[in-house]
């Protein structure tokens, strides 16, 4: 895996969902990180439902978030709804966390 894609994540888990005490990385709201030859980073993710209540600063966050991350040039954030997030995309860390 490469540096930036690592910094990319450690970056990401510091973003947290306002509703659920875990990280939006080990939540499983992340469902693609890919870095290309040229550092723009692409990213696919989803919220807990679409009615979200951070449906439009969350997106927002992670982007500024991303482009923090020293050598990332660009970054391509996509919204996406498939497949529908539930609790089987998170971590078992995040899932003991929740006492799941």
Do not use: F, Q
Not at 10 to 25: A, F, L
Not at 39 to 57: F, H, I, Q
Not at 77 to 98: F, I, T
């Amino acid at each position: 895996m490469s540096d930036i894609k690592n910094k990319v994540i450690e970056e990401i888990k510091k973003i947290y969902d306002p509703e659920i005490p875990v990280n939006i990385y080990e939540l499983g709201l992340i469902y693609k990180i890919e870095v290309d030859d040229k550092n723009k980073v692409n990213v696919d993710m989803t919220l807990t439902s679409p009615n979200c209540p951070v449906a439009e600063s969350l997106p927002k966050e992670v982007k500024e978030n991303i482009m923090k991350v020293e050598g990332v040039s660009e970054v391509i954030l996509n919204l996406v709804w498939e497949p529908p997030w539930d609790k089987d995309k998170m971590s078992e860390a995040a899932k003991l966390e929740l006492n799941l």
